[in-house]
């Protein structure tokens, strides 16, 4: 099946800095990426769905500015939290899919961001 | 408004026994995910399908469209298949609405 791989796995960074983490889909084009943000216990919240070459359409409440998404290529897309706080903190999951092949999404492994 | 309910919200049950976990949504969808998370937190997508009936494994999917329900299934099942087991329907934007997840504990 489809790999998404993401990277890194983990990463503790001290506040007011910058994060980024890498998403890759490594055997097929990823013409539509996502971006989401888990909780604890809790469901999955879509933050922003980005198409190679084009900017990132993001959900009502994400900032922006604070998340930057950039979907340069057919493999990558990279998610920078700017300026980060501790409530940054949370895992972050990426979905690919290949809109030429099916609408289904293949999953990362999800980075697990913590803001000291 | 689309909505995806899932039951039971938590499961414990024997190894071995047979699982049942539902999914029900409110508005007529492209296709519906089965998707598992490890405690580590890592997605894998089990199926998705729009009719019918798949199975891969020890794991079924069914749905009804008519019914708007879907049902995932383990048989034989293994402490190994603990883990929470989210469904999420896709829209007709081809988003995914998910829902609250299934959290499932086999003992061996």
């Known amino acids: 099946g489809a790999v998404v791989s993401q990277h890194p796995s983990r990463v503790i960074c001290k506040s007011g800095t910058s994060v980024k983490i890498e998403c890759r889909s490594l055997d097929f084009q990823a013409t539509t990426m996502f971006w989401y943000r888990q909780f604890p216990k809790q469901s999955l919240m879509l933050m922003a769905t980005s198409n190679e070459g084009s900017k990132a359409t993001y959900e009502q409440g994400v900032e922006k500015d604070k998340f930057l998404i950039n979907h340069a290529s057919l493999t990558l897309s990279t998610l920078t939290v700017t300026s980060a706080h501790p409530e940054d903190s949370s895992f972050y999951i990426c979905?690919?899919?290949?809109?030429?092949?099916?609408?289904?999404?293949?999953f990362g492994p999800g980075t697990r961001l913590t803001v000291t | 408004k689309n909505e995806v309910e899932q039951s039971p919200q938590n499961l414990t049950a024997q190894e071995g026994e047979f699982i049942t976990i539902n999914c029900s949504y409110s508005?007529?969808?492209?296709?519906l995910h089965w998707l598992q998370q490890h405690p580590g937190g890592g997605i894998v997508s089990l199926f998705m399908l729009s009719s019918g009936k798949k199975k891969h494994g020890r794991l079924i999917a069914t749905i009804n469209i008519q019914e708007k329900h879907s049902s995932l299934h383990i048989t034989a099942s293994h402490p190994r298949d603990s883990a929470v087991y989210i469904c999420a329907e896709m829209d007709s934007n081809y988003q995914l609405i998910w829902g609250a997840g299934t959290k499932l504990i086999i003992k061996p």
């Open positions: 979905s690919a899919r290949d809109d030429w092949v099916s609408y289904e999404q293949y």
């Open positions: 508005v007529g969808i492209s296709a």
